[in-house]
């Protein structure tokens, strides 16, 4: 660290400040949520792997698609989903008809675990964002679309 005062410095640029900002913001958010994911012996991941595969019923996914659909990039997703799978959250089954793709499907027990964490889930995002007026919140909400869709394009 430089020993000249704050003021000395050269201003950072806007963008590695809103970049800094919501690498800050996204650490403390996930934090939290880990935190009630951690109570119920679930990862940020393997919950995400619930919710994705839950708006996948009844067909399932193949692991690739699994991976294409995680917030977060997860390189090992075969073993995440192999410890999953000793849980009985999900299930993994070869296809007939292609024996290269295996569709990976929530079980009841993951079904019951996610339904029982939906209205949780809900209640620490809204205690997460509570401060700000919906009409903030929304545009918030539009401004991360816009950067996510540079992403897209």
């Not at 970049?19 to 109570?39: C, G, N, P, V, Y």
């Not at 698609?65 to 089954?93: F, G, V, Y």
């Not at 296809?95 to 209205?119: C, F, H, S």
Request: proline letters at 5%; one cysteine or more; glycine letters at 4%.
């Amino acid at each position: 660290m430089s020993s000249r005062p704050h003021s000395a410095r050269s201003p950072a640029l806007l963008e590695a400040q809103v970049f800094i900002a919501l690498q800050k913001l996204a650490d403390a958010l996930t934090q939290e949520a880990e935190q009630l994911l951690k109570a119920h012996n679930l990862t940020g991941a393997q919950y995400n792997v619930l919710r994705i595969l839950r708006g996948a019923e009844p067909e399932g996914l193949a692991c690739s698609n699994i991976s294409d659909r995680m917030i977060s990039h997860d390189p090992d997703m075969t073993r995440l989903l192999d410890r999953m799978e000793k849980r009985a959250l999900i299930t993994r089954q070869r296809q007939k008809d292609d024996r290269r793709v295996v569709k990976t499907r929530i079980t009841p027990a993951g079904l019951g675990l996610l339904k029982g964490l939906d209205e949780p889930v809900r209640e620490c995002h809204k205690r997460q964002f509570q401060h700000l007026p919906a009409t903030r919140l929304k545009t918030l909400a539009e401004l991360l679309d816009q950067v996510l869709q540079r992403k897209a394009e």
